[in-house]
Each structure stands twice: as C-alpha cells, then as structure tokens.
C-alpha cells in the first residue's frame, strides 16, 4: 500500500461532492437562505428531491396531509437535517457511480448513515449540541476509502486474507 504522504500530496484523490451538495451547504451556511431558495437548488436533482419529499412524507412526521412541494419539505425537515439528508444522499450517490469493483460501497454506506443517525440521536438524549456531529460520524471511516482508493488490489487482497482467516 502507498503511505499517507501520497495522499496529502494529491496522488491519491477522492471524488470531489457534486455541485448540488456544494450549492446547498452555501445556502444552510447563510441566515438569510429561505426554504424556497433550498428548494430551488435541490429541484435540479430529480432524486434528491423524491427522496427528500419521501422524507418529508414518512410516519417520522406524520402529518395529516401529504407534502406536494419541495419548499413545503424542506420547511418542515428544516436547514440542518436538509443539509445531513442531501449530503448523505449525494455523497453517497456521487461514490457508488465513480467507484466500483471488489468494494462493498453499499455496506459502507449503509453503515456510516447508520453511525451518523446514532450519533445525533445520542447527542440529543444526552441534550449535546453539535450541527456536526453527523457529519463527523458519517465520515469516521473515510480512511477506509483512502486505503482502497491508494491501491485497491492490496486492499482487497488484505480484506480477502482476513475473511479466510476469520480473524
């Protein structure tokens, strides 16, 4: 495997966010964004946005009407799950179309969402106030990443080692 110096060097690149998820954590970063503008940036990415307004009508909020539009979705999830929801979303969207192979993405995924939604709803039962502790959890892997995107052939070779192993 390649060391850690090659990657800070830029040899070794992950892909960068797509320009929706840039375009929304502008938007949250600024007091002055309305629920309209939010919309507006995410209506231009068909599947964020059924996924937001499926989001918007689950049993989580179990409202009494369904929610039509994107500016009503994202009134009522607000800018800050707005912002975990469509980062999760794309980010993970953007890895599983330019990464593929031996690489389990799905499981990863699945798993850093699942650390991400357990962080928040620690912090809340424990009354701790982070806006990034979802982010951080969602990301605490990342290194993982890295490794297999410095030389994916050793990587998988190592992964296959220790499953025949079992250790």
Do not use: C
């Amino acid at each position: 495997m390649t060391n850690a110096q090659e990657f800070f060097n830029g040899k070794i690149k992950l892909p960068s966010p797509p320009a929706v998820a840039i375009k929304i954590l502008d938007a949250v970063r600024q007091d002055n964004s309305s629920f309209n503008e939010l919309a507006d940036i995410v209506k231009v990415d068909p599947a964020l946005s059924s996924q937001l307004l499926k989001i918007a009508n689950s049993s989580l909020y179990g409202l009494p009407n369904r929610v039509n539009s994107l500016s009503q979705a994202t009134a009522l999830i607000g800018t800050q799950a707005l912002k975990n929801i469509a980062l999760s979303f794309v980010i993970i969207q953007g890895f599983q179309n330019s990464l593929q192979g031996s690489f389990d993405f799905e499981l990863f995924w699945r798993r850093a969402i699942t650390a991400a939604v357990a962080a928040e709803v620690l912090a809340a039962s424990l009354k701790h106030k982070d806006p990034n502790i979802f982010v951080s959890a969602l990301l605490q892997d990342i290194g993982v990443l890295v490794l297999f995107l410095s030389d994916s052939a050793s990587f998988t070779e190592l992964l296959d080692k220790k499953r025949i192993s079992g250790k």
